[in-house]
């Protein structure tokens, strides 16, 4: 196995640059494991695929306004900073626009220039340095980089976006994620209500998402990919409603990989599923023994990025090749804003 196994060209005007309104509207490709049938529907349509009894699991992470613009106290030049990750009270991994002259000790004034003069400055100092350029900072006070922040959207998306929580989903509630959980962002309060009156459990893990799991995979044997760890959070509740889905026989589908990667980290900890606190760094890749997860919707990944890898171990490389020709061919819209696949 080979990262260059994962890889396709894509043309560029179909990486989807606005989302579809209203968010039930966009495509949805539909695969069928066991006979390799591909069917072509639009996402409101997905409640034909879905029975009473179903355990539809969420993650109800929230996008947090990450992107912060400052200055440096040395010399006024601009700054801009990413949050990755909190690490302790007011301490955060980050990235920063030309980290490799900002060293340790280097301090930066957080502000809002287009605020005016209504809200406080944060003061920053860079006081660690991480792998890949990562930065850990101290901030004077955390709890103003909310309003001091804007919501980052992916590097691939160059059109602003007119309204932030149109890069939320609807059922979004615990902030933490770096970016969001796109295959969510599907989902209508309209057509959550539908899928519930079919008689589906909705139910909800957190998984706050950082920029890594986004990122092409360099080596080129993935087993050298260093993968990074996320946090998340898997109740006694939710422990206890996937078990008991999965003794009696009865259907889990994952939106997202996200909700993959956390509910098949903690089934190989524990059987039956037991509620879950930490870290999660699973990578899944082709050979994977799935614990749970019986269906799954996704959207359209980046070549060679660990979240194509997983759908590929769910669904089998020919069928997923298979998929995004397919989906090149019939104009499909890719990444973050683009069009949904189902893949049972």
């Given at each position: 196995m080979k990262?260059?196994d994962?890889?396709?060209?894509?043309p560029?005007e179909?990486?989807?640059?606005?989302?579809v309104?209203?968010?039930?509207r966009s495509?949805?490709?539909?695969?069928?494991?066991?006979?390799?049938?591909i069917?072509?529907r639009?996402?409101t349509e997905?409640?034909d695929?879905l029975?009473d009894?179903?355990?539809?699991l969420f993650?109800?992470s929230r996008?947090?306004?990450?992107?912060l613009?400052?200055?440096r106290?040395d010399?006024?030049g601009g700054?801009?900073?990413l949050?990755?990750?909190?690490l302790?009270?007011?301490?955060w991994?980050?990235?920063?626009?030309?980290?490799?002259?900002l060293r340790?000790?280097t301090?930066?004034?957080v502000t809002n220039?287009s605020?005016?003069?209504?809200?406080p400055?944060?003061s920053?100092?860079?006081i660690?340095e991480?792998w890949?350029g990562?930065?850990?900072?101290?901030?004077?006070d955390?709890t103003l980089?909310a309003?001091?922040?804007?919501?980052?959207?992916?590097?691939y998306?160059?059109v602003?976006l007119?309204?932030?929580?149109?890069?939320?989903?609807v059922?979004?509630?615990?902030?933490?994620?770096?970016?969001?959980t796109t295959a969510?962002l599907?989902?209508?309060?309209?057509?959550?209500?539908?899928?519930?009156q079919?008689?589906?459990?909705?139910t909800?893990?957190?998984?706050?998402i950082?920029?890594?799991?986004f990122?092409?995979?360099?080596e080129e044997n993935?087993?050298?990919?260093?993968?990074?760890s996320e946090y998340?959070?898997?109740s006694?509740?939710?422990?206890?409603?996937l078990?008991?889905?999965?003794?009696e026989?009865?259907?889990?589908?994952?939106?997202?990989?996200?909700t993959v990667?956390?509910?098949?980290?903690?089934?190989?900890?524990?059987n039956p599923?037991?509620p879950?606190e930490?870290r999660?760094?699973?990578?899944?890749l082709?050979?994977h023994?799935?614990?749970m997860?019986d269906?799954?919707?996704?959207?359209?990944?980046?070549?060679?990025?660990?979240l194509?890898?997983l759908?590929?171990a769910?669904?089998g490389?020919?069928l997923?090749?298979?998929a995004y020709?397919?989906?090149i061919?019939?104009?499909?819209?890719?990444?973050s804003?683009?069009?949904?696949?189902l893949?049972?």
């Open positions: 990262t260059s994962f890889d396709y060209s894509l560029s179909l990486i989807a640059q606005t989302p309104e209203p968010r039930d495509r949805l490709m539909v695969l069928n494991r066991s006979d390799g049938s069917e072509h639009v996402f997905i409640i695929y029975r009894g179903d355990v539809l993650n109800d996008v947090i306004p990450a992107r613009r400052g200055r106290v010399s006024s700054v801009e900073i949050l990755l990750r909190r302790d009270a007011n301490v991994e980050v990235l920063v626009k030309r980290s490799k002259r340790i000790g301090r930066v004034t220039d605020a005016g003069d209504n809200l400055e944060v920053a100092e860079i660690g991480g890949g990562v930065k850990v900072v101290r901030f004077s955390e980089l309003d001091l922040g804007k919501i980052p959207l992916p590097p998306i160059h602003p007119s309204r932030p929580e149109r890069y939320q989903t059922y979004a509630r615990v902030a933490g994620s770096v970016a969001a969510g599907h989902f209508t309060p309209e057509l959550l209500r539908r899928i519930e079919k008689g589906v459990h909705c909800f893990v957190t998984l706050h950082g920029l890594d799991t990122g092409p995979v360099r993935p087993l050298e990919h260093p993968i990074h998340g959070v898997l006694q509740t939710v422990a206890g409603q078990s008991q889905a999965k003794r026989g009865r259907r889990i589908i994952c939106v997202g990989t996200t990667r956390i509910v098949e980290q903690v089934a190989q900890l524990s599923l037991q879950f930490g999660v760094s699973l990578f899944i082709p050979g023994q799935f614990c997860v269906a799954l919707i996704t959207n359209f990944h980046l070549p060679r990025s660990t194509l890898m759908v590929t769910f669904a490389k020919e997923i090749n298979q020709q397919e989906a061919a019939r104009r499909y819209r890719f990444y804003f683009g069009d949904a696949m893949i049972f």
